[in-house]
């Protein structure tokens, strides 16, 4: 089963929006409402950020926001900042006997 | 708050078993399912498994036939096993909790570094 498509990095200045998208199939991000997204900083266990598409979790930051179009899933971060620089993994489930697909994660720079 | 914790041997050698266990304190190991999530260095995350508390598993398809995962309620611990392993398995391995519904992981340990080396 293939990993879900992410771009390799994005980058942005403090204060702009960035988007990060996460490319499936009509088997994984098409097919439920059941994608969601990590933050994870240099040597630090992921944080989940977004889940079921558009939710956020307790104490997360109302700038991360989240999306779905067809089979292809999207991550904004809005007012961007310096602490907003690391990796994002989108996660979906699948039909497929794996159950759980990843994204091979996008590396965000805050310029 | 949940807290997972990663415990073993940092250094495993080629062909020999991976083991690690995660204890998860702050909340009981019911009613969710836990799970083994790793990532090579520089590399991207990969699911390796998770577990029910009932014992029901569901593996990576990749992995099945070297994976092993339990679940000890009185301790409210899990376990990995991973057989047979090679320098590709060395990696930061995670244990996380799985939420039920709709399989995302609100919460996980630091994770571990294992190295396959002899």
């Known amino acids: 089963q293939s990993a879900l498509t992410q771009p390799a990095s994005v980058s942005g200045s403090p204060g702009q929006s960035i988007t990060i998208s996460c490319t499936g199939t009509?088997?994984?991000?098409?097919?439920?409402?059941?994608v969601s997204w990590y933050q994870q900083h240099p040597d630090k266990a992921p944080k989940l950020i977004i889940y079921?598409?558009?939710n956020r979790p307790s104490g997360v930051s109302n700038r991360f926001s989240g999306s779905k179009s067809g089979n292809t899933a999207s991550l904004t971060i809005s007012g961007l900042q310096v602490e907003d620089e690391a990796d994002y993994y989108c996660?979906?489930?699948?039909?497929?006997?794996?159950?759980?697909?990843f994204g091979g994660g996008t590396k965000v720079t805050v310029l | 708050q949940v807290q997972l914790q990663e415990s073993g041997p940092g250094l495993v050698k080629p062909s020999e078993t991976l083991s690690l266990t995660c204890t998860v304190s702050?909340?009981?190991?019911?009613?969710?399912?836990w799970s083994w999530i790793r990532q090579p260095p520089g590399k991207g995350l990969e699911l390796i498994g998770y577990i029910y508390y009932s014992g029901t598993t569901t593996y990576n398809p990749s992995l099945r036939s070297r994976v092993t995962i339990l679940v000890d309620t009185s301790k409210n611990q899990f376990s990995l096993n991973l057989n047979s392993v090679t320098t590709a398995d060395t990696a930061v391995y995670y244990c996380?909790?799985?939420?039920?519904?709709?399989?995302?992981?609100?919460?996980w340990g630091q994770g571990t570094l294992v190295t396959v080396s002899s």
């Open positions: 996660s979906s489930y699948t039909t497929s006997s794996a159950r759980v697909l």
């Open positions: 996380a909790r799985v939420v039920r519904s709709s399989l995302y992981f609100d919460s």
């Open positions: 079921d598409v558009s």
């Open positions: 009509s088997s994984d991000v098409g097919y439920y409402n059941y």
């Open positions: 702050g909340g009981s190991i019911s009613s969710y399912y």
